[in-house]
T-cell receptor, first 117, second 110 residues
Framework: NAGVTQTPKFRVLKTGQSMTLLCAQD?????MYWYRQDPGMGLRLIHY???????AKGEVPDGYNVSRLKKQNFLLGLESAAPSQTSVYFC????????????????FGQGTRLTVV | AQRVTQPEKLLSVFKGAPVELKCNYS??????LFWYVQYSRQRLQLLLR??SRESIKGFTADLNKGETSFHLKKPFAQEEDSAMYYC????????????FGQGTTLQVKP
């Protein structure tokens, strides 16, 4: 059982380049999230999705776009990378609404270390 | 404003010493609080949540609504406890999204 898998693990981009980070989960989770981790700032939510075909903005959405075309995948796109987007990106998923009980434990990917030069 | 504050960036203790990682939150409703841990070269994982009221790996955390705190405690630290610890809050909504603190690195020296 792979859990949450992120691709790629490392990437170096030049300013202005674009790229897509892929997150895949095999736990049939409804909810998925993209966070960025920066020193001294913890994890901040970029975008999230509460189901296939839905997305919503988090705390720091500017400069990013997302898509959830399939339940198991959540893509994070950078259209024009900037040095300020140098960070470690984490994808997470959680089961979501399971009847009357909201199962909120989040399962995280291993992270993607992105450097924009 | 919804906020989680972990005042210590680094906490360094000797093996066998008690540990307390501080977490304070700001939220007007009834939050759900968590502690997540990230060991070296491993992914972030759930350590414990306040609604479970359980002890995991010897760690406990009690939600104090009066002081808006959710401090993580362990009576005797072990070297394998060295890691980054994040306190997180889930607002009373149905999205499951988490608000994280800045994180505290726990270093347990032999």
């Amino acid at each position: 059982n792979a859990g949450v898998t992120q691709t790629p693990k490392f990437r170096v981009l030049k300013t202005g380049q674009s790229m897509t980070l892929l997150c895949a989960q095999d736990m049939n989770h409804e909810y998925m999230y993209w966070y960025r981790q920066d020193p001294g700032m913890g994890l901040r939510l970029i975008h999230y999705s509460v189901g296939e075909g839905t997305t919503a903005k988090g705390e720091v959405p500017d400069g990013y776009n997302v898509s959830r075309l399939k339940k198991q995948n959540f893509l994070l796109g950078l259209e024009s990378a900037a040095p300020s987007q140098t960070s470690v990106y984490f994808c997470a998923s959680s089961p979501g609404d399971r009847g009357r009980k909201l199962d909120t434990e989040a399962f995280f990917g291993q992270g993607t270390r992105l450097t924009v030069v | 404003a919804q906020r989680v504050t972990q005042p210590e960036k680094l906490l360094s203790v000797f093996k066998g010493a008690p540990v307390e990682l501080k977490c304070n939150y700001s939220y007007s409703g009834s939050p759900e609080l968590f502690w997540y841990v990230q060991y070296s070269r491993q992914r972030l994982q759930l350590l414990l949540r306040h609604i479970s009221r359980e002890s995991i790996k010897g760690f406990t955390a009690d939600l104090n609504k009066g002081e808006t705190s959710f401090h993580l405690k362990k009576p005797f630290a072990q070297e394998e406890d060295s890691a980054m610890y994040y306190c997180a809050l889930r607002p009373s909504s149905n999205t499951g999204k988490l608000i994280f603190g800045q994180g505290t690195t726990l270093q347990v020296k032999p």
